[in-house]
């Protein structure tokens, strides 16, 4: 993908700014990127986590209130000022007792919220597809394993056969 | 003291230099963070509940294929020094080892290893489950992580959220939890001063970069870990091609930056090279630090062709055994013993005389 500003080096930034609530979405190149004075996302790595908190929480004071830091995970009793000092949240609870603020944080860890990835209640099907060429491989060693009675490796063999099928 | 035979390979089959791109890519490491359900993250639970936790994925483990046969280390059971000995082998981290400067070993820290895969028990997050291999190989280390991640994942109950994915201690991680690095050589960037342009680069780009034990440690004999930042917002195949992609790009310009110095300066690298392995070979007292940055040269003059003897494996095994826990358990002395500087040029000099001969 070409730059959208340029239209002639590689876009390998994406910048997504959100202005007076429209959202827009512009792919750039490393040189157009800096001079609108994007910077990298490594900066933001080396700031101190903490720092980051208090900047999404600055933020969200704009949109959302931000939680009191009374306010505690009905879980594990961790408050978000815990998290805001130690980095670490106290249980899994803690991303739905304190959602909005994290949302916003998670925005500027990842820039996004949203898991694209493998999703955990879907996996059991996919992990059970059968790999064909190796369970061809598997077998093949099985069977030499048995012709030369190395029934050690032939039982091994034998469990990695069940487990792919 | 710990038996490090009962691992295959002494858990070091990542040294073998046989991955593709050995001469740049040392290793390829993914890990999974994950955790268990009904259960509160590290930082917060108690010694009973990390017990809970080791029991319930070591039967998940004994019941699996790929942990199966996984011999088990409890560091919280284990001597300072067996415990840097795990911890020089990369197979756990600093954090879980005890070894920071004010660090405790934390009741309950374990780590499960077979072969090439493991699984790290009760550091950040409740289980990091994570692979290992020699070189360059994104794709076979990611395959076999991906399978235990299923294995584990149908015995366990992970925790997991719609919107968030896998969760996670610390927001970084939450997502996908995974984190990939390619330990690489760039004595090329460095020597041309191009590194800090290619880092720069990378960091625009949303990679990282990390010394040689990864996450806090220095950057040392020019081995740099390049690792995806974020985790949320891409799949697991997209950090890890994005990651790939940009591995290659930077091996080519390593590359490049190789030839241009052979081409420029060819005198110069020559010298310093061979300077390196002379010293190397002869020296009679070194730190590990030393040895680490004379050993960078040396990398590089093998990888290059101006050394012809010496084999990659050599130099990772160096790069292992010259470690301080690693020296001090293999010479039987303290790993603060004054002596260690002077074993560590003995062991190098019989290391490097093995391989070439006496008069190599």
Redesign the interface.
Known sequence: MSCDQCREREAVIQLTQIVNDQVTTLHLCEKCAAEKGVDSPGAHAKTPLGTLIGAAMGKSTEQAPAPRSSEVCVRCGGSFQDFRESGRLGCPDCYRSFETPLRDLLRRLHGSTHHLGERYAEREPAAVVVDNEQAADLREQLRLAVETENFELAAELRDRLRVLE | MIDLSLLTDGGVGWLDASGPASHLVLSTRIRLAR?L?G??????NSETEREEILGSVEEAARES?LL?RATRFRLDRLDRIDRQLLHERHLVSKELAGLDPDGRVRSGASVLVQERIGVMLNE?DHLRIQGLHSGFALDETYAEV??LD??L??RLA????P?????T????N???G?RASVLIHLPGLVLTKEINKV??????????HRGLYGEGSEVVGQFFQLSN????????R?LLDHLGKMVRQVMDYEEQARQVLLRDAATVIEDKVWRAYGLLRYARSLSFEEAMNLLSPVRLGVGVGLIPDVAMYTLNKLLIYTQPAHLAVAEGIGPDDADLPFRRARFVRKVLESEVGRRG
């Open positions: 955790n359900a259960h509160v993250f590290q930082g917060r294929v199966r950040e991906d399978r299923a294995e994942g149908q992970f925790a997991f959220h919107e968030f994915g896998y969760l201690s610390c927001p970084t939450v997502g996908t995974l880092l720069h680069g990378l960091a625009q780009v949303g990679l990282t930042q974020t985790t949320l917002g891409s799949s697991e997209e």
